[in-house]
């Protein structure tokens, strides 16, 4: 069975300070990756995905980054977090190919103090 | 683009009733229809989905209805129980215009009153 992982769950950076989130999926190959942030009361705004190695869009210009070094890992990333960068992340994945039921990790709770 | 929109942001219901949440979309080209439900804390966790070749589709405990026509989604729960109590989320997806995405209401937050 396919499972997904994203660490850590929680993180309070100071502003100013490098970030870096990770998520991999097991069970699947070549699987569509995405990088979401929630913020309170509202619904998921896409800020990355993947369609393969290397492949990365975006979706909203801002002071985050996206890589996928492998095929089942995407790093989200940040050389100097703001505090507007507070958030709920979310990653999550889907079968390749038309949209389809995208699987979520349990999310990243950061806070930038 | 598309959007999407839940009728009501909170739904209060009695434990043992059912419960009905709805939701919008404005893309007619839309043929993908998925609802999560998030607990607090914890990432969306798949429900139900239904396809736009279907007007219904039912789960355990759980009935999607699809109605094209005025672009409306429903999930309805049957027989409510407190672990239900969550935000319910649904999303949208396009098949047909090539997108990796969905899109994603804003949730609607299900109290279960015991």
């Known amino acids: 069975s396919q499972t997904i992982h994203q660490w850590p769950a929680t993180l309070v950076q100071p502003v100013g300070s490098p970030l870096s989130l990770e998520c991999t999926v097991e069970g699947t190959s070549n699987p569509n990756l995405y990088w979401y942030r929630q913020a309170a009361g509202r619904g998921l705004q896409l800020l990355f995905y993947s369609v393969g190695i290397g492949q990365i869009s975006s979706e909203v210009p801002q002071n985050l980054s996206a890589s996928r070094p492998q095929d089942r890992q995407f790093i989200l990333s940040s050389k100097k977090l703001l505090l507007s960068d507070s958030g709920f992340y979310l990653c999550?994945?889907?079968?390749?190919?038309?949209?389809?039921?995208?699987?979520f990790g349990q999310g990243t709770r950061l806070t930038v103090v | 683009g598309e959007s999407v929109g839940l009728h009501l942001p909170t739904l209060s219901v009695q434990e043992g009733d059912n419960s009905i949440i709805n939701c919008a979309y404005s893309?007619?080209?839309?043929?993908?229809f998925i609802w999560y439900k998030q607990e607090s804390g914890k990432g969306p966790q798949f429900i139900i989905d239904?396809?736009?070749?279907?007007d219904k589709r039912q789960g355990q405990r759980v009935t999607v209805l699809l109605n094209k026509t005025v672009k409306h989604l429903s999930l309805q729960i049957a027989a409510t129980q407190p672990g239900d109590s969550a935000v319910y989320f649904c999303a949208v997806g396009d098949s047909g215009a090539g997108s990796y995405q969905l899109t994603f209401g804003k949730g609607t937050k299900l109290s279960v009153i015991p």
């Open positions: 999550a994945w889907t079968r390749g190919g038309p949209t389809t039921e995208a699987f």
């Open positions: 239904i396809r736009s070749n279907m």
């Open positions: 893309n007619s080209a839309s043929d993908y």
